[in-house]
């Protein structure tokens, strides 16, 4: 029962307008309520219903809540997660989601985070990604690669190379997308040195150099 209710209400949230209100989401919802109580299911939903757009499965948790109904972490996540898909990403709504968990006394973890700043890295709202990387500091969570690679994309692409590359230099175990990253800010900062120096480290690390990067690389040492 729970699951084709569930599909029902997919298909009623999924088609409600961007702008749909609190109160509309709740008139639908009023109806179909057993599924809510299983929590998997619930974070399946949400991810679906997420990316059309993620203010509908903000007024789903939050009706969740008026009625008394238990949210974790795993649903917080799963419409951070399409905060950032969405294009361009909802990075303040991210944001406020990270907030409310707060609020509603639920521990964030460092997936929630890493989600919340990819959102942010997406629109270039580098300021925010190194605020949330201090947040997860400060309640003792890694900052892993995936956070770093988010926060160094955010900066090469809002002009802040140095910033970039500082914090590249600063990550412990570098990918691919770490080094690409710096690579991009080398160029925009016309960084030859230190774009040498990185492909120098690429091959010591036994990491592959793709056309993107040999083209920063040299677009960097032509300007």
């Not at 809002?158 to 800010?185: C, H, Y």
């Amino acid at each position: 029962m729970a699951e084709g209710e569930a599909a029902a209400a997919t298909k009623v949230l999924v088609e409600l307008p961007p702008e749909v209100s609190f109160s509309e989401v709740a008139g639908q919802l009023r109806s179909l309520q057993t599924w809510l109580h299983h929590p998997k299911l619930v974070t399946r939903i949400l991810g679906r219903v997420a990316s059309t757009p993620p203010s509908t499965a903000h007024h789903v948790l939050n009706f969740m809540q008026s009625q008394q109904i238990k949210t974790n972490a795993f649903h917080y996540t799963a419409v951070i997660a399409g905060c950032a898909r969405k294009v361009p990403s909802e990075w303040e709504l991210a944001i406020r989601l990270l907030q409310q968990m707060v609020t509603c006394e639920i521990q964030q973890d460092t997936l929630t985070f890493n989600s919340a700043i990819n959102a942010c890295g997406k629109s270039v709202q580098w300021e925010a990604s190194l605020f949330l990387v201090d947040c997860m500091v400060h309640v003792d969570l890694e900052v892993g690669t995936d956070s770093m690679n988010s926060v160094i994309g955010a900066c090469t692409r809002g002009a802040q190379w140095e910033r970039a590359l500082w914090m590249a230099n600063s990550v412990p175990q570098k990918d691919g997308i770490t080094f690409g990253s710096a690579l991009a800010a080398c160029d925009k900062g016309s960084a030859w040195r230190s774009a040498l120096d990185l492909l120098r480290s690429m091959v010591s690390a036994s990491i592959s150099v793709d056309n993107f990067g040999y083209s920063a690389a040299i677009s960097a040492c032509a300007t």
